[in-house]
């Protein structure tokens, strides 16, 4: 006997949003586009970016994500054993207790902030056939109570689930590539950067008792797996009411332990991250002879790197007061794929381009120089045009964001976008000085 109330009615958080299977699998490599209302799986787009396709030059500073692995699973969010005694059947408000928390991310960002996330996340949603959150949310947040119609008397498992989506990523970059008749053209490739991500499907919430039949590997069994069916509490005589659960207790300390390890393994990444940012001997740093200024191309702005330690990296017109500030090396240069890896040291204040580590989630997170070290937040892809162009596009390695800026201006700070500027200004030109 069934005790799942309809989607339709009781989801909450999300709008339901059908997906024909033709359409889903169409949209396994297909963009999403804007997100849907409340944060559910948005439309995707028939005109997919894949691996092999031609790009531009204004293509160099972007990226799009593919869904490299996906795996579904059940989860109970809450959950609260009940008893229903002859005489109080009917209605009841359940005040179910938290069993596990799900929030939303896509590699290090826990708030989907820009597109990348976004357009990962509706790929999943869309290759499935499921209605995903492709924004930050959480399901600590969502209310505990469950209002229930108990029409037979028992032994109940009262719940709220969901189904987890978890995988990995990768990213598709513009980049050079050499073709077998001997010539080059630009092509999206498979890039460096790969990442993971977590989401979550509408909330279910039900009843569930020991003696129904429920399907395999749905989220009624995963709640009918917490109740101690057999156990005492389950089968003596027991006032109405919520009944102890030894199998969810156990459950929910699992759980604990597992999102308290989680967190901690977070914390040590992010001090390492930290410790790497602040001042340190400089690394042993392999810099090729050719200088170079980082130009928009076919005007006179260009990197400059900043004087002061608190300041970033800005669009600034070269002149006699530069004093080498918009003059960069390619440091530590290794290559892989036909894309080169390599840290860049600015001549005027000698130090190396980074993200800054305490703001290095966040979008549009601004670029600037540290004392050279062993760090990933130093470290950059460089995307080239086809031979005898200058046009480059650049990506961190750490957060895989690409590099651009907002506006033409002087002054203007360089920064990162997680899909990159999709206007083009996140191509620039490696001009030899």
């Known amino acids: 006997m069934s005790h799942l109330r309809s989607p339709g009615r009781k989801a909450r ?54 869904i490299k692995s996906t795996e579904v699973a059940p989860t109970i969010t809450h959950f609260k054993g009940w008893y229903v005694t002859e005489g ?74 969901t189904k987890k989506v978890t995988g990995t990523y990768g990213s598709l970059n513009c980049n050079r590539v050499l073709q ?28 569930v008792r020991c003696q129904d039949k429920v399907p395999a590997n749905s989220i009624m069994a995963k709640a009918q797996g917490l109740l101690d069916c057999g156990s005492p509490a389950a089968t003596a005589k027991h006032p109405a009411g919520p009944v102890p659960s030894a199998k969810a207790d156990q459950a929910k300390h699992d759980a604990d332990n597992a999102a308290k390890a989680a967190k901690a393994a977070k914390a040590a990444q992010s001090m390492k991250a930290t410790r790497a940012a602040k001042p340190a001997p400089p690394a042993a740093l392999n810099c090729q002879s050719g ?24 669009l600034r017109e070269s002149n006699w007061t530069s004093a080498h500030l918009d003059n960069w090396r390619l ?5 892989r794929n036909g894309v080169i ?28 120089t540290a004392a050279c070290g062993e760090d990933d937040l130093q470290r950059f892809y460089v995307y080239r045009d086809v031979p005898g162009s200058s046009n480059i ?32 200004t996140g191509t620039y030109t490696l001009t030899g000085v």
Request: charge should be negative.
């Open 291 to 314: 200088v170079y200024r980082i130009d928009v191309p076919g005007k006179p702005l260009n990197w400059s790197a900043p004087l002061l330690a608190n300041d970033g990296i800005r």
């Open 88 to 161: 109080t059947t009917g209605s009841h408000s359940v005040s179910t207790n938290t069993q596990t928390s799900i929030s939303v991310s896509v590699g290090l960002n826990g708030n989907i902030q820009g597109s990348f996330g976004s357009e990962a996340l509706g790929m999943v949603g869309a290759s499935l056939g499921l209605n995903v959150q492709v924004t930050y949310s959480s399901t600590s947040s969502v209310s505990d109570t469950v209002n229930w119609n108990f029409n037979q008397p028992g032994y109940y498992g009262v719940y709220k689930g």
């Open 180 to 207: 077998g008749d001997g010539s080059w053209a630009l092509k999206w490739i498979e890039g460096a950067d790969t990442g993971s991500y977590t989401t979550y499907t509408a909330l279910e919430e039900g009843a």
């Open 341 to 368: 890896e390599a840290s860049l040291w600015n001549w005027g204040n000698g130090g190396c381009a980074t993200i800054p580590a305490d703001i290095a989630n966040l979008e549009q997170a601004y670029l600037t």
């Open 393 to 424: 596009g650049l990506q961190n390695k750490y957060t895989g964001s690409m590099l651009g800026h907002d506006r033409y201006a002087d002054g203007e700070l360089i920064r990162q976008y997680s899909s990159g500027r999709q206007d083009g």
């Open 13 to 66: 958080g999300l709008i339901a949003l059908t997906v024909t299977a033709a359409s889903a699998l169409a949209a396994i490599t297909a963009v999403a586009g804007p997100a849907a209302a409340q944060g559910a799986t948005p439309a995707v787009g028939a005109s997919a970016v894949q691996a092999g396709q031609s790009c531009t030059a204004a293509d160099l500073g972007k990226r799009h994500p593919f």
């Open 331 to 335: 440091c530590n240069v290794t290559e």
